[in-house]
C-alpha cells in the first residue's frame, strides 16, 4: 500500500512536474500529471525501492517535462501550428537555448521588418508625398516621414508600393523559414532520453 | 563509453518498435508496456517511454481510454489504432530485413 510519505514525495514530484509543463495546454497538462502520478502510485505499490528505481529512471520533474515539452508540443508545432504559435513557442524556449533566443529573435525582427514593407506599401496612395526612397550625396532611406529629407531627391515614385510588395514578402517567407528551421533543430536535440 | 553511447543508439532505433510490438499483443498500460518491453533486458525507460505514447497517440498511431484499476488508482490503457497496426506491420517488415543483413556481415 502507498504511505503517507511515499504519497508527499509523489505529490512533490507531480507538482514540480506540472510546473515545469506550463507550455502545454491546460487538458494535456493535466493528463501527463495524472498519468504520471498513475505510474508512480503503481510502483510505490510494489514497494519503497521500486518507487525511487521509478522516479529515477523518469528523471528529475525538470528533464521530463522537457521530454514532453520539446519533442511532442514542439514536433505538433512545427507540423500544424500557425507562425504564430511556433515564434512564441520558440520565444518561450529562448531562455534555456541560445539558438531558440537568438532565431525567435531575428525571425521576429524579419517579421517586423515585413510589417513595415507592408505599411509603405499600403501608406504610399494615402500619404504619397510622405513615403518615398531618398537618395542623398551620402545617404539612402526608404519609408513614411513627416517631413522628406531636405536635399536629396526621392528615386522610386509609384514603384515603391511593387519594390516594398516585394521586399515584405522576401521577409515574411524568409521568417516563416527560420522559424521552421529553428523549431526543427530544437526537436532533434529534445530527442527522448532511453535507458542508459 | 564509446560502446555506451553506441548500444543507447541502438536502443533509441529500436524503442518505438519495442513499444508498438508491446502494444500489438494487446491493450496495456504504461508500467505494463514497460514490464513487458524489459521482460527480456533493459529496453525502454521510464522517463523515454510515456513522452513516446503522447508523441504516438499524437500522431494516430495509437489510442487510450482511462479506467479504475485495483485499489482505485486509475490507468491510462493504450492501444493501437489501424494506422498504428499497419505501422507496425511495416516496421516489422524492415526490422526482419534489417536483422537477416547484419547477421550476414557479423
Redesign the interface.
Known amino acids: ?1 502507498t504511505t503517507r510519505e511515499n504519497e508527499q514525495e509523489i505529490d512533490a514530484y507531480i507538482r514540480r512536474l506540472l510546473w515545469a509543463l506550463q507550455a502545454l495546454p491546460h487538458d ?1 497538462r493535466l ?2 500529471a ?3 502520478h ?2 508512480l ?3 510505490a ?1 510494489r514497494g519503497d525501492a521500486d518507487l525511487d528505481r ?1 522516479m529515477g ?3 528529475s520533474p525538470d ?2 517535462a522537457r ?2 515539452v520539446e ?2 508540443e514542439l ?2 508545432a512545427v507540423n500544424r501550428s500557425s507562425p504564430a504559435t511556433l515564434l512564441l513557442n520558440i520565444l518561450n524556449r529562448g531562455t534555456r537555448s541560445v539558438l531558440a533566443f537568438f532565431g525567435g529573435l531575428a525571425a521576429l525582427s524579419l517579421y517586423l521588418v515585413a510589417g513595415s514593407f507592408a505599411l509603405i506599401a499600403v501608406a504610399k496612395p494615402i500619404v504619397p508625398a510622405k513615403v518615398g526612397a531618398w537618395k542623398g550625396a551620402h545617404e539612402f532611406s526608404m519609408g513614411i516621414t513627416d517631413a522628406p529629407p531636405g536635399e536629396v531627391h526621392e528615386i522610386l515614385g509609384y514603384w515603391i508600393i511593387p519594390v516594398s510588395i516585394v521586399l515584405g514578402a522576401i521577409s515574411f517567407v524568409a521568417a516563416g523559414k527560420l522559424l521552421r528551421l529553428v523549431g526543427r533543430r530544437l526537436l532533434a536535440r529534445g ?6 | 563509453m564509446e560502446l ?1 553511447s553506441w548500444q ?1 543508439q541502438l ?2 532505433g529500436a ?1 518505438e518498435l519495442a513499444v508498438l510490438s508491446v502494444l500489438g499483443s494487446g491493450e496495456a ?3 505494463e508496456i514497460l514490464d513487458r518491453a524489459n521482460k527480456a533486458g ?7 517511454l ?3 505514447l ?2 504516438l497517440e ?1 500522431a494516430g498511431k495509437i489510442a487510450s481510454r ?1 479506467e479504475a ?1 485495483e ?1 482505485g ?4 490503457y493504450y492501444r493501437l489504432t489501424e494506422e498504428g497496426e499497419a505501422l507496425l506491420g511495416e516496421m516489422r517488415q524492415l526490422w526482419r530485413g534489417f536483422r537477416a543483413m547484419m547477421d550476414i556481415l557479423v
Open positions: 500500500m494535456e493528463g501527463i495524472s498519468e504520471i498513475s505510474h502510485s503503481d510502483c505499490a521509478a529512471k523518469l528523471g528533464a521530463l521530454s514532453y519533442e511532442y514536433a505538433g530527442k527522448p532520453r532511453i535507458a542508459p | 555506451n543507447s536502443r533509441k524503442t498500460y504504461g508500467l533493459e529496453m525502454v525507460s521510464d522517463g523515454a510515456y513522452p513516446l503522447t508523441r499524437k482511462w484499476g485499489g488508482n486509475p490507468r491510462k
